[in-house]
T-cell receptor, first 112, second 110 residues
Framework: GENVEQHPSTLSVQEGDSAVIKCTYS??????FPWYKQELGKGPQLIIDIRSNVGEKKDQRIAVTLNKTAKHFSLHITETQPEDSAVYFCAASKDSGYALNFGKGTSLLVTP | NAGVTQTPKFQVLKTGQSMTLQCAQDMNHEYMSWYRQDPGMGLRLIHY???????DQGEVPNGYNVSRSTTEDFPLRLLSAAPSQTSVYFCASSRDGEAFFGQGTRLTVV
């Protein structure tokens, strides 16, 4: 089955700096790559996603890049703020987002 | 708009007991799924449904049953609880691939 690796497991940055989280996947048939943010005691919430026919997508301070050849994708958060502190999960799916295979998560801490 | 509602939020079971985790959505989504989240493991798919009357197994289905009699509801049944099923359980409903998660049920089996 699909195997999604996520790095780093923890990340600490100062407010205003950028944060980058990287994921690799194993199944070349995967075609949908979402990123979820999970705050303490809550369910994951979609923050951005990308499909395999696109190389990059941006939404304000958040961007995702996809390299299909290398089978990796990354989340970039610029101008980080303390409210960005949370656990971030990447996922991959080969049925356009229905059965998701998640990475193990990155705990991001943004210090003022 | 409630989205995805899970009940209960917390539950403690004794080994061997059975129970049902409830999940309801009001977004008229065809696709629903159950995940479990364990420390350092991310979320793992237990069962999913692509519509009423249709269910299938995910990555970790053993010890769990599901049914989908309506579009709105997708309950998860633990047949005989084991300590290994101690986890946080999330239900999700999806449209166009985007999954909306409930707030989770924290289950402890002693």
């Amino acid at each position: 089955g699909e195997n999604v690796e996520q790095h780093p497991s923890t990340l600490s940055v100062q407010e205003g700096d950028s944060a980058v989280i990287k994921c690799t996947y194993s199944d070349s048939a995967s075609n949908y790559f979402p990123w979820y943010k999970q705050e303490l005691g809550k369910g994951p919430q979609l923050i951005i996603d990308i499909r395999s026919n696109v190389g990059e997508k941006k939404d304000q301070r958040i961007a995702v890049t996809l390299n299909k050849t290398a089978k990796h994708f990354s989340l970039h958060i610029t101008e980080t703020q303390p409210e960005d502190s949370a656990v971030y999960f990447c996922a991959a799916s080969k049925d356009s987002g229905y059965a998701l295979n998640f990475g193990k998560g990155t705990s991001l801490l943004v210090t003022p | 708009n409630a989205g995805v509602t899970q009940t209960p939020k917390f539950q403690v079971l004794k080994t061997g007991q059975s129970m049902t985790l409830q999940c309801a959505q009001d977004m008229n989504h065809e696709y629903m799924s159950w995940y479990r989240q364990d420390p350092g493991m991310g979320l793992r798919l237990i069962h999913y449904s692509v519509g009423a009357g249709i269910t299938d197994q995910g990555e970790v289905p053993n010890g769990y049953n599901v049914s989908r009699s309506t579009t709105e509801d997708f309950p998860l049944r633990l047949l005989s609880a084991a300590p290994s099923q101690t986890s946080v359980y999330f239900c999700a409903s999806s449209r166009d691939g985007e999954a909306f998660f409930g707030q989770g049920t924290r289950l402890t089996v002693v």
